[in-house]
């Protein structure tokens, strides 16, 4: 199975499972032991804000194993569920009256 092959059944199973699609980037990296040998996939998943850091899933094993826990993790995390929100602290203008007691 290709990378490109193991993309398009993780998109096929979101549209499944969350009947959404996903249009954010998503990369596949093959892994790899130090002689070279086949160890394992690592998968990100680019929430759309370049404030946010990829959601990574990694596993050793072949693309089956693989393809298996990312489906898994992709159900148990709820992504259809995610709010990102930015605060801003602000003082009103009697600040410092608030501290004063009559």
């Given at each position: ?7 398009q ?21 093959e ?11 690592l ?26 826990y ?31 007691r009559?």
């Amino acid at each position: 199975m290709t990378k490109e092959d193991l993309e398009q059944a993780i998109r096929d199973y979101i549209v499944e499972d969350y009947e959404k699609v996903y249009i954010g980037k998503m990369w596949i990296e093959e892994l790899f032991y130090h002689d070279g040998s086949h160890r394992g996939y690592l998968l990100k998943l680019g929430i759309n804000s370049y404030e946010r850091p990829p959601i990574e899933i990694a596993i050793d094993g072949d693309a089956e194993t693989f393809l298996k826990y990312a489906k898994q993790q992709i159900h148990d995390a709820g992504f259809d569920e995610i709010r990102y929100s930015t605060a801003t602290k602000t003082y009103p203008e009697n600040y410092g009256d608030c501290r004063e007691r009559p």
